[in-house]
């Protein structure tokens, strides 16, 4: 079956090819509501299962999705429990939808952590959609940039002392081939739900140029035209990565010639 046709909204300026997004709000979406938490996770995978499928019908490149940290697993067994089930239903239902619209899917994270059948329907989910030729989705579980730095140092190290690496040629380059997914280019663009203005140790190497949008709407209301809307607002930043942009340098150069 082919995949629906790419539909690019309307900008005024460039399109984000890698959006990352940590998912907040589930539980106090909930509780707002007299619900229990994990009712939040579950209304929180129909945002999933909206904001992929638009993703990739707008021709985003890649969507990475933080749906587990390191640090949940210290949440109340329950609540880990009710999340890995979820996992691995979602693995099982969303496939064919994935598969429909070329969607490929990647985890990335400390994934030896995850309970061996979520871990499966994962590992499955990943074979069967490795040949499609859409949207990369990303999904960080168990995932924490501090311990994936420090995974990365570590294999550094066994293979410098195996020989294989002269810490002399150490560069970001190199670093970046130690991280769990080194082909995947950095996210443009970083959205978090609810309001909080952290980053949680989430992506910290990758998304040192990333331009961010914060949005006061919970995990489960985040839905298509908030995306559209955090779309926009990227199209409208100017990223300068340190630099000037042409315009400034312009001005700069003729600033130098009056004053020389
Ligand atoms: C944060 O909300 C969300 C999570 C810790 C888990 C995200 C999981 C899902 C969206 C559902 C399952 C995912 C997939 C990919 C099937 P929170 O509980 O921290 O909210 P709070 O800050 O309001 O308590």
Redesign the pocket.
């Known amino acids: 079956m082919s995949r629906p046709p790419i539909q690019r909204p309307e900008l005024d300026g460039p399109f984000p090819e890698h959006i990352a997004i940590?998912?907040?709000?589930?539980?106090?979406?909930?509780?707002e509501r007299g619900m229990l938490?994990v009712q939040?996770?579950?209304a929180?995978?129909q945002?999933?299962r909206e904001i992929t499928t638009e993703c990739a019908r707008m021709g985003v490149s890649s969507l990475t999705?933080?749906?587990?940290?390191v640090e949940?697993w210290r949440?109340p067994s329950t609540?880990v429990r009710y999340?890995m089930r979820?996992?691995r239903?979602?693995?099982r239902t969303?496939r064919r939808t994935l598969l429909d619209n070329g969607v490929r899917l990647r985890c990335i994270g400390r994934l030896e952590d995850l309970p061996a059948p979520a871990l499966k329907a994962l590992r499955r989910t990943e074979e069967l959609t490795a040949e499609g030729d859409g949207m990369l989705l990303r999904?960080a579980?168990s995932y924490g940039s501090r311990t994936e730095l420090a995974d990365a140092l570590a294999a550094a190290t066994r293979d410098a002392l195996a020989g294989r690496l002269d810490p002399d040629t150490i560069d970001e380059e190199t670093l970046r081939r130690y991280l769990y997914d080194p082909e995947t280019p950095d996210p443009d663009l970083i959205i978090r739900t609810?309001g909080?203005l952290r980053v949680s140790n989430f992506l910290l190497w990758q998304m040192s140029y990333a331009e961010l949008y914060v949005t006061d709407l919970?995990?489960?209301e985040f839905r298509r035209e908030e995306l559209l809307a955090a779309i926009r607002a990227y199209a409208g930043r100017r990223r300068k990565y340190g630099g000037l942009l042409p315009k400034e340098e312009d001005s700069g150069a003729r600033a130098g010639r009056g004053s020389a």
């Open positions: 940590i998912m907040d709000g589930n539980g106090r979406w909930a509780t938490r939040g996770h579950t929180g995978v945002s999933v999705l933080y749906a587990f940290s949940n949440r609540e999340l979820l996992l239903v979602f693995m969303e999904l579980l609810a909080e919970c995990w489960p």
